[in-house]
């Protein structure tokens, strides 16, 4: 997994009015989570944190605050509802053998059989909530698609798990299906020894004139 390492400036004052005026001076008010005896309040530079915050992919974050590193991941992220620009980040302490609770992404990999068939292939849970230690963390977890036919479907009981992670989702949660188009329904012959109907629900007749043509 990605680490990106940052810098942090230790808050000195807390309050609204202080991360008012953190956020007039172009930084971003933060949190540590679990850094110790008491949660870590500091800033950081709004450059400092996009290559971690704007990007699908999960990263740990490596903080130094006042001469300490502390290892991390970010926990929730703030943004002002208007200029979109970031307002807050709480950050969570990462220590080896006390478990996390995160969200990582979840991809797709092999290509589907269904799709060749006319299907499309539909994900419907791009990211994933687990539970781990840090040791076991990993940065996505992918499901094998290269099965899935027409109207089949992946739940998360067939995702192969990496040792020591635990998906809080229920098992029997569509992950990814394969759907057939209304196109390829309505062309679905009819099966043998059905009657073929028209617009109107009724049985289709024989051509007339090959009829006429047979009988003389």
Same mark, same amino acid.
């Given at each position: ?58 990263? &740990? ?10 290892? &991390? /991941? ?6 002002? =509802? ?7 980040? +709480? ?13 990582? =992404? ?15 292939? /539909? ?20 499901? +094998? ?32 299906? /394969?759907?057939?188009?209304? /196109? ?24 007339? &004139? &090959? ?6």
């Amino acid at each position: 997994m990605q680490e990106v390492k940052m810098s942090g400036e230790l808050r000195s004052s807390l309050g609204k009015k202080s991360s008012r005026d953190i956020r007039k001076q172009g930084k971003i008010p933060c949190v540590l989570y679990g850094g110790g005896d008491t949660n870590i309040h500091f800033t950081l530079e709004p450059n400092d944190v996009k290559h971690i915050i704007f990007t699908p992919e999960f990263k &740990s974050a490596s903080i130094e605050v006042d001469g300490e590193s502390y290892r &991390s /991941i970010v926990k929730d992220v703030q943004f002002h =509802p208007v200029t979109d620009q970031i307002t807050h980040i +709480d950050f969570l302490a990462l220590y080896k053998g006390v478990k996390v609770k995160t969200q990582i =992404p979840l991809r797709s990999v092999g290509e589907a059989p269904g799709t060749k068939e006319g299907g499309n292939l /539909i994900l419907k849970m791009r990211t994933i909530d687990i539970v781990t230690t840090p040791q076991y963390l990993v940065d996505e977890l992918t499901v +094998d698609v290269s099965d899935l036919e027409l109207g089949t479907t992946k739940r998360i009981k067939d995702i192969v798990l990496p040792e020591n992670i635990k998906v809080l989702q229920q098992p029997n949660t569509p992950i990814a299906s /394969i759907e057939i188009p209304r /196109i390829l329904k309505t062309a679905t012959p009819a099966a043998e020894g059905e009657e073929e109907l028209d617009e109107d629900g009724e049985p289709v007749e024989g051509d007339e &004139s &090959s009829e006429e043509g047979a009988a003389e």
